[in-house]
Nanobody, 125 residues
Framework: QVELVESGGGLVQAGDSLRLSCAAS???????LAWFRQAPGHDREFVAF???????IYSDSVKGRSTISINNSKNTVFLQIDSLEPEDTAIYYC????????????????????WGQGTQVTVSS
């Protein structure tokens, strides 16, 4: 069972950039990895995904200003978001799923078995 720990959140100003980290307890090579976020009063939503074969998917809300990447030597997945907006304020979670879910849409929250505790990102205007 892989354990995930997010870090890098904080209070930033609109227009700033932020890089979130998600450290795993084991190798992530065989996992599909995603970032989700949950804003106050809203459901958790998909943000970005990276998986085997270097597939990468972004939500429309962050596409063009976000980068998901992985450092396999450090078992860490990153999410950088540029040009932050107050609407990006949320708790950001990383999640992992095994290869049995490879054909399941990456945006499907229930397809992820392992979740971190989340890191708060607050963007002031």
């Amino acid at each position: 069972q892989v354990e995930l720990v997010e870090s890098g959140g904080g209070l930033v100003q609109a227009g700033d950039s932020l890089r979130l980290s998600c450290a795993a307890s084991e190798s992530l090579i065989t996992y599909g990895l995603a970032w989700f976020r949950q804003a106050p009063g809203h459901d958790r939503e998909f943000v970005a995904f990276t998986g085997p074969g270097d597939s990468i998917i972004y939500s429309d809300s962050v596409k063009g200003r976000s980068t998901i990447s992985i450092n396999n030597s450090k078992n860490t997945v990153f999410l950088q978001i540029d040009s932050l907006e107050p609407e990006d304020t949320a708790i950001y979670y990383c999640a992992a799923r095994g290869t049995q879910s490879i054909y399941v849409p990456a945006r499907l929250e229930d397809s992820y078995k392992y979740w971190g505790q989340g890191t708060q990102v607050t963007v002031s205007s």
